[in-house]
């Protein structure tokens, strides 16, 4: 049973991977990164500087104003601010 407990242990510390996330907040109605935004996005991507990344999901969200066609493609739009941002 000792035996057990420790491949269990050694198991999890091969499978372990951290997640981590940061959120990038805009304006109402907008989908450009305010300057204090941008400065929070550099200080979380410097910090991932010793990591080794294998995936990055990256999500649009708003509010429920307007449309749902309309929200839909500002959702998109954020998304793509940020992906265009971390690919520069």
């Not at 200080?43 to 991932?48: G, K, T, V, Y």
Request: net charge neutral; proline share 0%; glycine share 2%.
């Amino acid at each position: 049973m000792q035996r057990f407990t420790y491949l269990i242990f050694i198991l999890s510390l091969f499978s372990y991977t951290q997640e981590l996330s940061h959120n990038v907040f805009f304006e109402t109605d907008n989908y450009e990164v305010t300057t204090n935004e941008e400065r929070r996005l550099n200080s979380f991507i410097s910090s991932l500087d010793s990591l080794t990344i294998k995936t990055i999901t990256i999500n649009g969200y708003c509010d429920d104003r307007g449309t749902v066609i309309y929200n839909l493609e500002l959702s998109k739009k954020r998304a793509q601010t940020i992906k265009k941002y971390l690919l520069i």
